[in-house]
């Protein structure tokens, strides 16, 4: 887990996530979206900088950064407020059990590095002296399940033991929460990179095993150089087992269910009675194997390899594991591997930025508490969740109105939607950490039982109804996230701040940016990407081969709109690549634009600052996708990723006539599309 700070989550198609900081950050001032403009541009010509051609001419990418959006801003903005809340709760004299004291006390040990430093490696004296006590593999295989642990997630597939565990409903079975196994245990990122028998690669194999020596050295190992090689003799065949990415990343070929029974049958080797007792799973029935491939793989390698070489590998993974809370010699060598070696960082992170982000690891709601107690007040969650009734209610008009979707579709289809949940803000029922003791000046102690009261909430959540369901990320995190299964979407209370969203300001500002933005996820359960799931978040396409012909022809369409963006003369937005997302772009534009017209209850909306509502709708609009970024980062842009540079998403206006009636916009104008170039597909 704790190398995940230093690269990118894994995506599995299972969930999308989506981080929706686009919208640009000012501080409130009385009319939020003049400051940034400039009026001089004709905004039939040139929209997105008539609405950004101001902050264009004054923002500057931060040095060391290649661009410089509001996501940019709004991630330090929230993460600052969460580090002052955290640090306050840490000077404070909090009431013992109380979320403030365990944050700040949490945070406070974290910070303690004398007393880290004055224990050395002695916390980790128990555990391995439970790794010198495997004499078999009964004890081998009960040592391993003790390590199947909550680090994965439907997002997060980089656990940093052999297996991890995900406790969500099933692919086929909506009623009961299940164990989804997944597989883990290897430090470097992919399968491939203990395959590839390139010389980069094998450089970095080598300086992964020195880095296996210098570790295990460093806890007082004798032999660590013979063990080291040991060691990733034995996770090379642990990423052997791995099914390989693409594999990896297929739904259909994740849905394995397995009985209990089946796993002696299926993957002779583990002790698997011994192993499911001691990870507190013995009377689980049912479980869904995602990558069949690697429990078979290690289950045969318990089998075969030998007891040192498991004891080598088990070792260096639980010094790994705890380095931030070990002298400060281990938690540099673990940045000298994972943050420079790997991520090509050249500073390790602060003290203090990692304190924090183990504390929202490990306290993630207990901070979420603190959060939205004082940045989002009732009065925002509520705004936000009448904007999203609005949303889906509009959204409802759209499928009921569809031309390209067949009559029996659009029944499954409305039957989604019916389904869908949309959460804001944070969860109704906070997380109870009453049975977690946080003490203060023991890092180590508060990380393992932190670590052991999140794998037993989430195996009690075996016993307990899918719904409610759980939140996926901190109400504190600036982010979104839209799951396909269950079936819901999460906007936290991070996300839903000023300028995205503002619970002080008028509609038109908010239905424009953080409206669109959470139209734009609500239709990718419905897209290709989400067709593949029911009203129940279960597998099961809905679409007919008709029903995609229907959509591609009128893709096509946008897709050649987007190819004719050319920022540079050689470099052309690739309008099959990013068409998936451009159709989302103009789907929430669409919905939210019809949400925000169902708000007004057929008043006309007042003007502000000169501007009529539906002019601050769209405005807000174009201001969201405000960028700065060097040529290097926009030609990998357009070369690789699926969503378009920020203005030319800004241009989605040209699809919708009511920004034609709202900018007086005429044929003569260079945004100007006749009637039978704009594209409606939602
Ligand atoms: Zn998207």
Redesign the pocket.
Same mark, same amino acid.
């Given at each position: 887990m704790l190398r995940n700070a230093y690269r990118a989550a894994a995506l599995a198609l299972f969930l999308v996530i989506?981080i929706l900081l686009n919208s640009a950050f000012r501080p409130p001032p009385e009319n939020p979206f003049t400051d940034d403009m400039d009026r001089s541009v004709n905004p039939g010509d040139d929209f997105y900088r008539y609405a950004n051609g101001g902050w264009l001419k004054t923002a500057s990418i931060p040095a060391g950064q290649a661009t410089f959006d509001t996501r940019a801003i709004l991630a330090a903005k929230t993460g600052q407020q969460v580090r002052s809340l955290i640090q306050d709760a840490a000077s404070a004299q909090s009431a013992k059990g109380s979320a403030a004291q365990k944050a700040g006390d949490y945070y406070a040990s974290f910070m303690d590095e004398g007393a880290i430093e004055a224990k050395g490696v002695e916390p980790l004296a128990n555990e391995m002296a439970a790794i010198d006590a495997i004499t078999d593999k009964a004890s081998l295989s009960a040592y391993l399940g003790g390590t199947l642990n909550g680090e994965v997630d439907g997002l997060t597939a980089n656990g940093d033991h052999v297996f991890g565990v995900w406790i969500n409903q099933g692919f086929e079975d909506s009623e009961h929460n299940l164990p989804h196994l997944w597989q883990g245990g290897i430090g470097l990122p992919d399968r491939d990179d203990y395959i590839d028998a390139s010389p980069k690669k094998s450089e970095v194999r080598k300086q992964y095993q020195a880095h296996i020596a210098a570790v295990l050295k460093l806890a007082g190992v004798a032999d660590s150089e013979n063990r080291a090689e040991r060691a990733l003799a034995l996770e090379t065949q642990i990423a052997r087992a791995f099914a390989p990415d693409e594999e990896a990343a297929d739904v259909n070929k994740q849905n394995n269910p397995w009985k209990r029974s089946d796993f002696a049958v299926k993957a002779p080797g583990m002790d698997w009675d011994a192993y499911f007792k001691s990870a507190g799973l013995a009377g689980q029935s049912d479980f869904l194997v995602w990558q069949p491939s690697a429990v078979t793989g290690v289950s045969s390698l318990v089998a075969h390899e030998s007891l040192d070489a498991w004891q080598d590998y088990l070792e260096f993974h639980l010094i790994e594991h705890y380095a931030l809370v070990l002298p400060k010699a281990v938690a540099a060598e673990h940045f000298a591997f994972f943050g420079k070696i790997l991520s090509g960082a050249q500073e390790m992170p602060s003290r203090d930025s990692l304190a924090i982000a183990a504390t929202n690891g490990a306290l993630g709601q207990a901070v979420g508490q603190l959060y939205t107690q004082k940045y989002f007040p009732p009065e925002a969650k509520a705004r936000a969740e009448a904007m999203a009734a609005d949303l889906l209610s509009a959204f409802r008009g759209r499928i009921t109105n569809l031309t390209w979707m067949s009559a029996p579709t659009k029944q499954k289809a409305l039957a989604k939607l019916a389904a869908f949940k949309i959460f804001v803000g944070y969860p109704n029922t906070w997380i109870d950490y009453s049975t977690l003791d946080v003490v203060r000046g023991d890092a180590f102690g508060n990380m393992r039982r932190a670590e052991a009261f999140n794998r037993s909430r989430n195996l009690a959540r075996l016993k307990e109804p899918v719904d409610p369901i759980d939140w996926p990320l901190n109400p504190q995190a600036p982010g979104a996230v839209i799951m396909f299964s269950p079936n819901a979407e999460f906007f936290s209370a991070g996300i839903l701040q000023p300028p995205y969203f503002d619970f002080q300001r008028d509609a038109a500002g908010n239905y424009g940016s953080a409206g669109a933005g959470m139209a &734009?996820e609500i239709s &990718?359960s419905f897209d290709e990407l989400g067709n593949i799931y029911d009203a129940q978040g279960r597998l099961g396409a809905w679409w007919t081969d008709k029903d995609r012909d229907a959509y591609h022809a009128l893709g096509a369409r946008l897709a050649a709109q987007m190819d004719s963006y050319c920022p540079m003369p050689d470099a052309c937005v690739k309008g099959k690549q990013v068409l998936n997302?451009s159709i989302?772009d103009l789907a929430g534009l669409q919905v939210a634009h019809d949400a925000y017209v169902m708000s007004l209850k057929g008043k006309p909306d007042v003007v502000v600052g000169g501007l009529t509502g539906e002019q601050r709708f769209f405005l807000a609009f174009a201001q969201r996708w405000r960028r700065l970024q060097n040529e290097a980062a926009l030609r990998k842009q357009i070369a690789t990723d699926t969503h378009p540079p920020g203005e030319y998403r800004s241009d989605a206006v040209r699809n919708l006539d009511s920004w034609y009636d709202a900018y007086k916009v005429i044929p003569e104008d260079k945004l100007f599309l006749k009637q039978d170039l704009r594209v409606r597909i939602w």
């Open positions: 989506a &734009h &990718h997302e989302s």
